[in-house]
Each structure stands twice: as C-alpha cells, then as structure tokens.
C-alpha cells in the first residue's frame, strides 16, 4: 500500500527556533498534500494544502510565514514552524493524495513537537 | 458545506461482545466517507470507505461500515471487539460536488475501550 514517511517523529526545540518536519510519499508520487494540526484528544484541523510546484493554500486562521509549507517535489513536503513558541507544541501529521485518486489519503506517523 | 457528528466522545465494549461507533455527515454533493484509526503517538490508518456501490463496506481488521443515504449515517461495526481495538476512531467526510475532490472532514473522534 501507499506509505508516508514523517520526520522527525519526535522534536524538542526552544523557543525562538525553527524546527523542519519533512514528510515523504515512499512509493507513490503525491499529487497533493495536507498538514494537520492535532492537540490531545482532540480531532485533527487542517492547516494547509500544497500541490506540487505551487503554493501552499493556508486555512483560516493559520498563520502562512509562521507555518512555512514548501511541495518542491512530487515526494516531499515540508513544513517549517518559525521562531517557534510554545503554544506551537503539539502533534503535526501529514497526509498525501496521489495521482489517481482513489478517495482516501495516506497519513504519515505524526510528528510531536515540543517547544520550551 | 460538509461536516462530520461522532456523538459519542467514548465507547466501553466488552471484548468479544459487538462495537459499534457512530458517524453521522452533512454534504452538498454526493459524500464520500471514510473511517481511520489511530492508536497513541502514531498517525491515522486507514480501515474502509464507502465511495459508491453496496451500501455495506468491508475494510481492514474485521471492520464494516453501512452507509444509509436516508439516515445520513455511516456507522462503523464490528461484530467481534478485541482489546487491541482499543484505540481513537475518526470518521470522515470529502464532498463530492466539488471538482476536485474537496478537502477531508474529520468528525471529533471517538475512544473505544475494550475491555477483557
């Protein structure tokens, strides 16, 4: 099946940092991807859509030079939380459509983000 | 506009005694549905989906979901429950009236304990 390949899984970083999540179709091209944002025990929120070579669609509400999203290939997306603060601790997943779609996405393992 | 109902934060089954978790979604167009699991720390995995065709979806570990148009519904079922069922349950909605494809709505989630 399609995997998705999130890293890194688990990131500590102080506040005023940046910090790069990468996530990666291993055996698909993914035409689209998605980030979603989830706090504990609470339902995913999407944040941003990115299709390959353009740029990224930002949600409501979601801060676009604070939540960098780059889609430079057909297997990679990155997300780069900047000067970071601790509000922006929680758990950041990624999801990916391919070409041919076929209704459902992939997601990757998720990524927990901790800022002090 | 789409929007996904889980009216049951948690749900306590025995084991080998029937699950059942309720979804029930709002579309303008045709819905596509969808149901993913996720267990602690880790990413979304999909069970099943119901695009078009028999109302009644089979999907992964021994799941099903019927699709019922008139109650707008799409409950997930599963006649046995094993501990290891235990886990986050998303139900989930893209509409089929946009051109391209639509973005995935997930209802809020709901924990299934299964107990010996």
């Known amino acids: 099946g399609a995997v998705v390949s999130q890293h890194p899984s688990r990131v500590i970083c102080k506040s005023g940092t940046s910090v790069k999540i990468e996530c990666r179709s291993l055996d698909f091209q993914a035409t689209t991807m998605f980030w979603y944002r989830q706090f504990p025990k609470k339902s995913l929120m999407l944040m941003a859509t990115s299709n390959e070579g353009s740029k990224a669609t930002y949600e409501q509400g979601v801060e676009k030079d604070k939540f960098l999203i780059n889609h430079a290939s057909l297997t990679l997306s990155t997300l780069t939380v900047t000067s970071a603060h601790p509000e922006d601790s929680s758990f950041y997943i990624c999801s990916a459509e391919g070409q041919g779609f076929t209704g459902e996405l992939f997601f990757g393992e998720g990524s927990r983000l901790t800022v002090l | 506009a789409q929007s996904v109902a889980q009216p049951e934060d948690q749900v306590n089954v025995a084991e080998g005694n029937p699950l059942t978790v309720k979804c029930t979604y709002s579309?303008?167009?045709?819905?596509?549905l969808f149901w993913y699991v996720q267990y602690p720390n880790r990413g979304l995995q999909f069970l099943l989906k119901?695009?078009?065709?028999?109302?009644l979806v089979k999907g992964s570990y021994g799941f099903e979901a019927e699709f019922n148009k008139s109650q707008t519904s799409f409950h997930l079922k599963k006649p046995s429950a094993l501990v290891s069922d235990s886990a986050l349950y998303f139900c989930a909605v893209r509409d089929g009236a946009t051109d391209s494809w639509g973005k995935l709505q997930f209802g809020a989630g709901t924990q299934v304990v299964v107990t010996p």
């Open positions: 579309v303008s167009g045709n819905p596509y």
């Open positions: 119901y695009i078009t065709g028999d109302n």
